[in-house]
């Protein structure tokens, strides 16, 4: 029962951190748009969060997984 609450903790954090990811890939487009950021600058950032997004995601799966052992154990 637990086990079922930790897995749907980690994924609503996980939507959570993807809708950041969204709204910062929007900020990024809109300031593109803008002019304050050139093509390739727009490109390299929405890469770099992606790559940390990627890396949140990862962390938030070990977390969750480390959780679930933690909680069959006892």
Same mark, same amino acid.
């Given at each position: !029962?637990? %086990?079922?609450?930790?897995?749907?903790?980690?994924?609503? =954090?996980?939507? +959570?951190?993807?809708? *950041?990811?969204?709204? +910062?890939?929007?900020?990024?487009?809109?300031?593109?748009?803008?002019? @304050?950021? %050139?093509?390739?600058?727009?490109?390299? %950032?929405?890469? @770099?969060?992606?790559? *940390?997004?990627?890396? =949140?995601?990862? @962390?938030?799966?070990?977390?969750?997984?480390?959780? !679930?052992? !933690?909680?069959?154990?006892?």
């Amino acid at each position: !029962e637990l %086990t079922k609450v930790v897995k749907k903790m980690g994924e609503d =954090t996980k939507v +959570a951190v993807r809708n *950041l990811r969204r709204d +910062a890939n929007d900020k990024v487009k809109k300031m593109e748009k803008a002019g @304050d950021f %050139t093509e390739d600058d727009a490109k390299g %950032t929405l890469d @770099d969060i992606q790559k *940390l997004i990627d890396k =949140t995601i990862k @962390d938030i799966d070990k977390i969750v997984e480390e959780k !679930e052992q !933690e909680i069959l154990e006892v």
